[in-house]
């Protein structure tokens, strides 16, 4: 039991012993640095319950506590805020409990499943910095859900299928000549990117060229012959027409391959797939039997809607006029195949862009409506778009921020600073071209995950990599500083196998253990809100506080060997949080830099 469940249960028993009352819940805070106290129990919520003076029901709390909570040391009160000073005993067994605890803080795997889907591009082109939120987003997710306890199943749907991917398969027909990832060098899915943009360019000089000839605008955007063919090759691949359909394997073969090689280098991985191709003819036979139910109905022209006005939304069609379904029925389809499939799925996280917000409020409420139980635990992560410095990205144009590009730029602006900064001197070129890599990728990824993920980003590359401040690099340097004071503890024979037997603790120590203490309900509190923004902030939390206690006390340095073992032992404990909080975020540390 922490601190606040012992004082929580003690302040209902002082207000029910003192007023009479039953307090159904207790507010905490961390005392301000410029008060005496280790916690603060705020007094305003409780007049609520008991009226009367703040202050003086702080005084009676206080009182109540000091006298039989034997942690509580001392209280003071300042206006409705109850300041609690508690015993440095209290925190040494604390800290004893947990140091030799490996990933302290990390739950057991319950039987309880979630799906988590992110990534699910489009076969068509690369993945860009876009792409790149999202991943990390939904990675991080995924590890922190598990960390919490939950099993998880990472997935994502591959939209294989439809005009976009047939535009790219007709340009490179047209203009190939034959040409494959082999034979250019060029990664499979920048190959088929670049017919994607070849056709676009086609596409508009031959609008430009009808429209020069007397076409109305608009007619000629639908009369491209090129457009036209492309549609065409879309209706041979609905037939099955087998050279279309070989066309089609090879082109998303090769995208597949340059996929692996850009999740591999961020770090990201699956557990499942699910394609397009397979999925989009799922859900028409629930929308069927939601007729049967009531909860769709058919409007004169055979297409089939539900009316969601009375939830405060509008009506939606799910099933076009001609039999074939809306992305809304695929959606329906799949998420009730991929609970078939994994039958202890009891929820899903959709990561997905926030200009997707309303699909996913309807889609929930559909799935509600036909009944499934595990629509209660369906969640949108909504993100905002990532922006550079030059302004926002675009695909057709070819001026996508390609997702390897920057990756590479990442390696490299670390690579620049570190050199001026001189700190790689010991190391061969092997070692420091891995180690660019790890505080690059260590960049970008802190600098994407420490902002909630609602919000829009500006991402400034040369600002992330920063060894200074609420960055990547400046927790990763401040992990491998630790593994330094480790080794040298080591070398002079500082064994620190056992408790350390003190009972003062130093201020520092003692703020140490307690920012420690915080991991376990900033895991909990960070998969309750799908955000890996509160992982990454608690991390530089802890970071600041760390460098404030290196700058203050003695570690390897100080005399008393008991107290030395003892910030040893809390060095090591401090970086193995670090560790394990990057871990989750999918950030490597090194062991020295």
């Given amino acids: ?129 876009g792409h790149i939120r999202n991943n990390l987003l939904g990675y991080s997710v995924a590890e922190i859900l598990k960390a919490s306890g939950k099993k998880v199943y990472k997935t994502q749907i ?97 995208v597949y391959k340059g996929f692996e090689v850009t999740y591999k280098n961020l770090g990201v991985d699956f557990d499942t797939m699910y394609y397009e191709s397979d999925t989009y003819l799922l859900g028409k036979d629930v929308v069927e039997e939601g007729l049967k139910k009531g909860v769709f109905f058919k409007k004169e022209d055979g297409s089939v809607w539900i009316d969601l006005t009375e939830d405060g939304l509008d009506e939606k069609i799910v099933l076009r006029s001609d039999g074939t379904a809306v992305y809304m029925t695929q959606d329906i389809g799949t998420a009730i195949q991929r609970v078939k499939d994994h039958p202890d799925v009891n929820g899903m996280v959709y990561t997905v862009g926030n200009e997707q917000d309303y699909h996913f409020k309807v889609l929930f409420l559909i799935l509600k409506k ?35 590009d920057l990756m590479a730029d990442m390696t490299q602006t670390a690579a620049t600073i570190s050199e001026e900064l001189g700190k790689l001197e010991e190391y061969n070129e092997e070692e420091k071209q891995s180690l660019y890599k790890m505080i690059g990728l260590g960049a970008l990824k802190y600098y994407i995950l420490k902002v909630d993920p609602k919000k829009r980003i500006l991402f400034d590359p040369e600002e992330s990599v920063d060894f200074q401040g609420n960055t990547g690099p400046f927790i990763q340097y401040t992990y491998a500083r630790i593994q330094s004071i480790l080794r040298k503890a080591e070398s002079m024979g500082i064994d620190i196998s056992n408790d350390a037997k003190i009972s003062e603790l130093h201020g520092k120590e003692k703020e140490l253990i307690k920012q420690l203490q915080l991991f376990p309900d900033t895991i909990q509190l960070a998969a309750d809100n799908y955000s890996p923004a509160l992982i990454a902030n608690y991390t530089y939390d802890l970071v600041k506080e760390f460098n404030s206690f290196y700058q203050q006390v003695s570690i390897l340095g100080e005399s008393n060997e008991e107290k030395r073992v003892l910030r040893v032992q809390l060095s090591s404990k401090v970086a193995e949080v670090i560790k394990d909080a990057f871990k989750l975020l999918g950030i490597e540390v090194p062991e020295r830099m």
């Fill in 1 to 129: 039991m922490n601190i606040q469940e012992v004082l929580s249960h003690k302040v209902k028993e002082a207000v029910k012993s003192i007023f009479g009352q039953e307090l159904p819940s207790v507010e905490f805070q961390p005392t301000r640095k410029d008060f005496e106290g280790d916690i603060t129990i705020v007094v305003f919520p409780m007049l609520r319950v008991v009226k009367g003076n703040p202050v003086q029901i702080g005084e009676q709390i206080g009182a109540y506590l000091q006298e039989y909570v034997e942690e509580v040391l001392a209280y003071n009160v300042i206006k409705g805020f109850l300041n609690i000073v508690i015993d440095d005993v209290f925190y040494l067994n604390f800290f004893n409990t947990i140091k030799e605890t490996p990933h302290f803080g990390f739950v057991e795997e319950s039987k309880e499943a979630v799906m988590v889907e992110y990534s699910s591009p489009n076969t068509n082109k690369p993945l860009h910095l």
């Fill in 158 to 254: 591959i939209n294989d299928r439809g005009i976009h991917i047939c535009k790219s398969m007709v340009a490179w027909q047209k203009f190939g000549n034959g040409e494959t990832p082999a034979s250019t060098g060029l990664k499979g899915d920048k190959l088929v990117g670049n017919y994607y943009v070849a056709f676009d360019k086609t596409y508009k000089k031959q609008i430009a060229h009808l429209v020069a000839e007397g076409t109305d605008q608009k007619v000629a955007e639908k009369e491209a012959p090129i457009l036209q063919e492309a549609q065409e090759m879309l209706l041979k691949w609905e037939a099955g027409e087998p050279e279309t359909v070989d066309l089609w394997k090879t082109m998303n073969g090769w």
């Fill in 370 to 404: 036909l009944g499934f139980l595990w629509s209660n635990k369906l969640h949108h992560l909504s993100y905002g778009m990532v922006d550079l410095p030059s302004g926002k990205m675009k695909s057709r144009e070819g001026t996508v921020v390609d997702a390897d």
